[in-house]
């Protein structure tokens, strides 16, 4: 089946250090993904959703210059939490859609990375 | 206003019982339903994804149903595991592109 690759899978970082979080589709292109945020015990968060070759459009209370998307090709989007603090500590998840039609509405959701912020 | 309420919000039952989990939606205009079964520190993994025009969809003990007239949908899990022990996700597609994602039902499965 379809894969979606989240790299790291956990952080730990120094407060006003950035951090990068790439999602990968190993066997599927996508030109659309998804990036979440989950605190412990909650749903999933919709932060913004990642388009390729364009500006990621954001949630409403998500700071744009804050988490940078970036989504460089069809295989590959990356959230940059830049200037970290504590308050960014959470579970980010990634997820993203086969655009080729083949598996219409089927969304695949990546591992999760968990993100510590000292 | 488009949501998804799930029901209950948490749930213990034993190992090798049954279990049905509620999923009510206001979404539209409605494309599909979605129940997705998320591990502690995992991402969600998808059981079952449902079109206006699908009752009843299973994926091993998992069986889902939907009531597009009622806007209700149900998880029935058969024959409990303790690896069932999840947070189950209820997810409408708002025809477009847009994910109403419910809060979640948390199972614990005990032996």
């Known amino acids: 089946g379809a894969v979606v690759s989240q790299h790291p899978s956990w952080v730990i970082c120094k407060s006003g250090t950035s951090v990068k979080i790439e999602c990968r589709s190993l066997?599927?292109?996508?030109?659309?993904m998804f990036w979440y945020r989950q605190f412990p015990k909650q749903s999933l968060m919709l932060m913004a959703t990642?388009?390729?070759?364009?500006?990621?459009?954001?949630e409403q209370g998500v700071e744009k210059d804050k988490f940078l998307i970036n989504h460089a090709s069809l295989t590959l989007s990356t959230l940059t939490v830049t200037s970290a603090h504590p308050e960014d500590s959470s579970f980010y998840i990634c997820?993203?859609?086969?655009?080729?039609?083949?598996?219409?509405?089927?969304?695949?959701f990546g591992e999760g990375s968990r993100l510590t912020v000292l | 206003k488009n949501q998804v309420e799930q029901s209950p919000q948490s749930l213990i039952i034993l190992e090798g019982k049954n279990c049905t989990l509620q999923?009510?939606?206001?979404?539209?205009?409605?494309?599909?339903l979605r129940w997705y079964k998320q591990d502690t520190g995992r991402g969600p993994v998808s059981l079952t994804i449902?079109?206006?025009?699908?009752n009843t969809k299973s994926n091993g003990r998992y069986t889902a149903t939907l009531d597009a007239d009622t806007k209700q949908s149900s998880l029935h899990i058969t024959a409990s595991q303790l690896s069932d022990s999840a947070s189950y996700i209820c997810?409408?597609?708002?025809?477009?592109?847009?994910?109403?994602f419910g809060k979640g039902t948390t199972l614990s499965v005990s032996s």
């Open positions: 449902m079109t206006f025009s699908e």
């Open positions: 999923c009510n939606y206001t979404v539209s205009p409605f494309s599909n």
């Open positions: 066997d599927f292109q996508a030109t659309t």
């Open positions: 997820s993203a859609r086969d655009s080729s039609g083949r598996r219409t509405g089927e969304l695949f």
């Open positions: 990642s388009n390729e070759g364009s500006k990621a459009t954001y």
């Open positions: 997810v409408v597609s708002q025809a477009g592109t847009a994910l109403i």
